[in-house]
């Protein structure tokens, strides 16, 4: 995926060059790797690849006991339970209490595929709806004081054997910035930091930038490089002299075409494919073990 393959140049008043990009410049933010359906309900539910294999069990294996599950995946009693709590706050699972002359205890089933694709879709859209806003804020320490939807609550109904289930929105801990920009843009939280940094300090060299996050100039100088590939900044025109050699000063991209190409790839690119990822996961053909 790439993004805002219509921006084409960025303008610096203070900077008479040509700011036309060569093939090296500007390259669009983009992806290495697309992200498989792990990785995004990791990022969008905050499920874990562990969380993930413990559903698939369950749903391979329905109305199990903990002991029963936890046998069939080689775990704790204790993990387990963890998990299948986890998993119901997210609204993928559902808790039957059963009564027997032994005692009460619970079982727990799975939503049918079609009904967890359904609440998925339904966290992922309150999900993007957030990144957005956090995308308004990318240069603010502050995050955005609004509510972070990431799962959906599911009851269940079981008279005479038919499930009908409801769903409500309830407020989940928040993804990191570092979460989004790696899910979403292949972004390594250095590299935003950095190029956050050149905001405030534009036309800096990388011994200068060094100084002022007191990092090796050999670390700055790589992840400038890195910036330079993900189109988020560009050498100027001309050398500056620094101690006993020839350095580049750096201009960072405008904020504003940052934003504004983050939120057509989240959109327009990265929403597709993690919707696509959702439908076309088949849950019974996975392999749990």
Excluded at 168 to 183: G, K, Y
Aim: aromatic share 6%.
């Amino acid at each position: 995926m790439q993004l805002g393959d219509d921006i084409d140049r960025m303008h610096d008043p203070t900077d008479n060059t040509d700011m036309r990009p060569n093939s090296r410049e500007f390259q669009q933010l983009r992806l290495s790797n697309e992200p498989d359906l792990p990785e995004i309900l990791d990022c969008v539910l905050n499920i874990t690849k562990s969380q993930t294999r413990t559903y698939l069990a369950l749903f391979r294996n329905q109305d199990s006991d903990i002991r029963t599950l936890a046998d069939e995946l080689n775990r704790s009693g204790n993990t387990v339970r963890e998990y299948m709590t986890i998993l119901q706050e997210k609204g993928l699972v559902i808790r039957d209490e059963r009564i027997t002359e032994d005692g009460r205890y619970y079982t727990y089933e799975a939503l049918s595929q079609d009904t967890a694709i359904s609440v998925l879709h339904k966290s992922l859209t309150h999900w993007v709806a957030y990144v957005t806003k956090r995308i308004d804020h990318l240069a603010e320490n502050t995050i955005p004081d609004q509510p972070m939807y990431r799962s959906a609550t599911a009851t269940a109904s079981m008279s005479n054997g038919n499930q009908q289930i409801s769903t409500e929105e309830t407020s989940d801990e928040m993804p990191s910035r570092q979460c989004i920009m790696s899910c979403v843009f292949g972004l390594r939280d250095p590299l935003l930091e950095l190029y956050l940094l050149l905001l405030n300090h534009p036309r800096s060299t990388a011994q200068e930038l060094a100084g002022i996050r007191d990092f090796a100039r050999s670390t700055i100088a790589g992840r400038l490089n890195d910036l330079q590939d993900r189109g988020l900044a560009r050498p100027a025109g001309r050398e500056v002299e620094t101690g006993n050699h020839m350095a580049y000063e750096y201009i960072p991209r405008p904020l504003d075409e940052v934003k504004s190409t983050m939120k057509n790839q989240l959109r327009e690119n990265w929403l597709e494919h993690a919707r696509d990822c959702i439908d076309e996961f088949d849950l019974s053909s996975v392999d749990y073990r």
